[in-house]
């Protein structure tokens, strides 16, 4: 942030940031003030005499460009205003502090990941796309994972009991996973390349078509990764068992109850994808 010099009564000379160079106290030196015969608590209107600045020669490099800025700067009867801008970029063009324009410039920044748009889901269930997220990026704690790490632990897939666990094995390769997952496929008649994550990852990636049944797969595809996630604890932690049934049922229910909870913001939407959910086989 920098202050616009309008009368320039509320700028201080060394330490507001008035001009480019930031606080000239800084970029001078803390004998400034004593060096220039400028007091510390001097405002830029109290240098502003007679239509010209009253400043004596520049000693240094530094005060050298100060001057010169200043040939550029002439005080008026207007307020003064602040300015945010980026460092190193043309100054904005009002006096708003946007925190996400901040937020985006201080952050690493990275190019989009193809995934993103199928993880992130607009208008998708906010606990399904961060759990999907975590397994696309593989750091949920499966079975072989804790194995990786020394912990020890029985390697078998809680859900089928027949193989070891692993983020592919539970999505899709296990028959419990995959039975639910294929029937779900059929009703919303997308085309199962074969049971490997990658390829059902690449295959939502590049899914073309209705938009509205192309929504209806993806939030159904996070929620079964959440219900068989979830699925997985409650027999691992509670002992409680539910059917491929039971949770496809409970799937139905949660992508129901999503559209419906649309409805409000967009009800025209809501009524659509909520009509198309039920003429589906």
């Not at 039975?179 to 295959?203: H, M, P, V």
Request: net charge positive.
């Amino acid at each position: 942030m920098r202050i616009l010099p309008g009368n320039g009564n509320s700028i201080f000379f060394w330490t507001t940031p008035w001009s480019p160079f930031g606080q000239l106290i800084n970029f001078v030196g803390h004998n400034g003030p004593r060096q220039y015969g400028i007091p510390l608590s001097s405002s830029l209107a109290s240098l502003w005499v007679g239509e010209t600045w009253d400043i004596g020669p520049a000693r240094s490099q530094e005060m050298e460009q100060i001057q010169i800025f200043l040939s550029t700067v002439s005080l008026s009867e207007h307020e003064d205003m602040p300015e945010w801008s980026r460092l190193g970029t043309t100054p904005a063009t009002n006096n708003k502090f946007v925190s996400a324009k901040v937020y985006n410039y201080i952050r690493e920044s990275k190019p989009l990941v193809p995934w993103h748009h199928v993880v992130w889901l607009k208008k998708g269930i906010p606990k399904c796309k961060t759990l999907t997220w975590m397994f696309v990026l593989n750091r949920c704690p499966t079975r072989d994972r804790l194995l990786s790490w020394g912990l020890q632990t029985d390697p078998l897939c809680l859900l089928c009991n027949l193989l070891p666990e692993s983020k592919n094995h539970i999505y899709f390769g296990c028959s419990f996973s995959s039975g639910i997952w294929r029937n779900l496929a059929a009703k919303l008649q997308f085309a199962i390349i074969s049971d490997d994550w990658d390829d059902t990852l690449q295959g939502l990636i590049h899914y073309t078509g209705d938009n509205r049944l192309r929504y209806l797969t993806i939030l159904s595809w996070q929620t079964l990764i959440h219900e068989l996630w979830r699925e997985r604890n409650n027999r691992l932690h509670r002992s409680h068992f539910k059917s491929q049934e039971a949770i496809f049922s409970t799937i139905s229910s949660t992508i129901k109850n999503r559209i419906s909870s649309l409805r409000e913001t967009d009800p025209m939407e809501s009524s659509a994808c909520m009509q198309l959910w039920f003429s589906l086989p």
